[in-house]
């Protein structure tokens, strides 16, 4: 759920029961992340939030500022590991176009627009995003039911969302939610964060026992995998 705070704004709240204890983050987004094990504690974590408020401003000043600079500008600039981008100028659109092929995302702009202004990089990255969930599609279902079959996994559906926050979830009732953004990794972590939410069909936290499952399922040490996401956020 969403809920705002005086100063800090928009505050997405989450329960995860696989942790332990309360977690505030602020996402390479800007999107501000409080996570807590229960319902029940909410009012501790609410106070926890408040308790960080100038760290929160603070911190979401300066993602702003990195989000400020990724302004997609260029002809031939690729935004998506399959897809680059070209402005194509027309006269008097009534509204910004655009048409996405396999290889290519095309912004139809009028000559008299600015590129750079928010208008125009707010639908380009939108258009970006429907390229990705594109992909996602047409990957993702098919490559998490191999993965299954092939480590002897069961699991009730596959979703695409278009997550912001985290790569992959798994519900209480194994139904596999992957963020569009999944699509912008390698396909060797691709394979890890499907096999890891696979793994959390059977194992429902990230104790003990989910490593060693998961570990008997990768091609190498877990940490390797971890270390090399890290180097990824959501939103390159």
């Not at 590991?81 to 176009?97: A, C, G």
């Not at 599609?137 to 079959?149: G, K, N, S, T």
């Not at 985290?166 to 499907?194: E, K, V």
């Amino acid at each position: 759920m969403q809920k705002t705070y005086p100063n800090i704004g928009t505050v997405e709240i989450v329960i995860n029961k696989r942790q332990k204890r309360i977690n505030l983050k602020v996402q390479k987004t800007g999107v501000v992340l409080l996570s807590m094990p229960h319902a029940k504690h909410l009012p501790e974590a609410e106070k926890f939030l408040l308790q960080h408020c100038d760290w929160i401003v603070k911190t979401k000043q300066t993602v702003e500022q990195k989000l400020q600079k990724k302004h997609i500008l260029a002809d031939t600039e690729k935004i998506t590991p399959r897809h680059n981008i070209r402005f194509v100028t027309i006269e008097s659109p009534k509204q910004l176009r655009a048409k996405i092929s396999d290889t290519e995302i095309i912004i139809f702009i009028a000559p008299h627009i600015d590129r750079s202004s928010k208008p125009v990089q707010d639908f380009v990255h939108k258009v970006r995003e429907q390229a990705l969930v594109n992909m996602a599609h047409d990957y993702i279902p098919q490559r998490l039911a191999q993965l299954a079959v092939d480590n002897n996994f069961r699991y009730a559906q596959c979703k695409i969302s278009r997550a912001k926050t985290r790569w992959g979830s798994c519900s209480h009732a194994n139904t596999i939610n992957i963020s569009c953004y999944i699509m912008q990794l390698p396909p060797h972590l691709i394979d890890f964060i499907l096999l890891h939410e696979l793994t959390h069909t059977i194992h429902k936290n990230h104790g003990r026992e989910f490593h060693a499952h998961l570990r008997q399922h990768l091609p190498k040490p877990e940490q390797d995998f971890e270390r090399e996401i890290r180097k990824f956020s959501i939103l390159n």
